[in-house]
């Protein structure tokens, strides 16, 4: 079964627009940069590439045929499907194993996006259609967090006995790695000029 990945579209949309910019940026450093101008121009853009990976592009929530897989911005969080007691959406998905709390940095209920689904479910009530009012019986005032919240119920009620691993929350070795080769372009700036 392949994984289902849920994130932030625009986030990661927007980081790979960020990452050919920057490719093209490189490429014109090299080619037509001159030392050390060019060298605190790189550190600038490889600090601002490594933000934009570890908050825009890295963040995701993975669901597995084992269990879920969280992917926040430093850290990385597994959940078999038999240790997920309950998933709750506040701003953010939260998911609760045990005496381990993980909330997940992405997809996320913001303020605006509640009310302009609570505005679309008033509406769709209030209409003549019948589908409407259906739809809006079935959907209510749901985010796209919430969705992805019902769905991951779902899938640890279903998947419980094909579930593997133990709950467990470490580092992120790529995250960590960018942020160091960021701040290495920052050092090396700063000795050259």
Same mark, same amino acid.
């Given at each position: *079964? ?5 994130? +932030?579209?625009?986030?990661? @949309?927007?980081?790979?627009?960020? *990452? ?16 050390? +101008? ?9 600090? @601002? ?32 499907? $038999? ?9 953010? @998905? ?31 009530? $209030? +209409? $003549? ?25 779902? *899938? ?17 070795? +790529? ?19």
């Amino acid at each position: *079964m392949k994984p289902q990945v849920y994130r +932030s579209k625009a986030a990661w @949309i927007f980081g790979w627009v960020w *990452m050919v910019f920057a490719a093209w940026n490189v490429w014109d450093l090299t080619a037509h940069g001159h030392l050390p +101008s060019a060298l605190i121009a790189g550190a600038v853009l490889g600090v @601002i590439t490594a933000l934009v990976y570890v908050i825009g592009m890295r963040p995701a929530v993975v669901a597995e045929e084992g269990g879920v897989r969280v992917r926040n911005v430093l850290r990385d969080a597994y959940v078999p499907w $038999k240790g997920v007691d309950d998933v709750s959406v506040t701003n953010a @998905i939260v998911i609760e194993s045990g005496d381990t709390t993980i909330r997940c940095w992405t997809p996320q209920a913001t303020a605006r996006e509640r009310v302009r689904a609570a505005s679309r479910a008033a509406k769709a009530a $209030k +209409s $003549k259609d019948r589908a409407e009012r259906a739809m809006a019986e079935v959907l209510g005032a749901r985010t796209h967090a919430d969705w992805v919240a019902d769905q991951l119920i779902e *899938m640890s009620r279903s998947r419980r006995e094909s579930s593997s691993g133990e709950t467990r929350v470490t580092w992120s070795p +790529s995250a960590l790695a960018a942020l160091a080769a960021a701040l290495a372009l920052v050092v090396a700036a700063v000795v050259v000029s």
